[in-house]
């Protein structure tokens, strides 16, 4: 009985520095990626469009909103330490008025 509370212990320490290690990790990330936001941003100004590129811009979408689709794929952690992949995927049309 007293090696089974061990074995158990110990499986549920070793779950928890798992979470934590990843936790951190992702933070660790995510401050990286927000570094590298910001120095693009400093070192690339965005193009300016004249009036015709903006009305093209402008057709171009109003054209094909009802076949624009935005997507993402993603992981999530379950409660069970296990990953699950998930893919999103949403299409953008206008409601007729």
Request: charged share 25%; net charge positive; glycine share 2%.
């Amino acid at each position: 009985m007293f090696r089974l509370l061990i074995l158990l212990t110990t499986i549920l320490f070793s779950a928890l520095r798992v979470v934590l290690r990843s936790r951190s990790d992702l933070f660790l990330e995510n401050i990286a990626l927000r570094q590298q936001l910001e120095t693009l941003k400093r070192s690339r100004r965005r193009p300016q469009l004249d009036d015709a590129d903006r009305a093209f811009w402008l057709a171009f979408l109003r054209n094909h909103l009802a076949g624009i689709a935005a997507m993402d794929f993603f992981t999530l952690p379950t409660a069970s330490l296990r990953v699950l992949y998930c893919w999103f995927v949403i299409h953008h049309q206008r409601e007729a008025a």
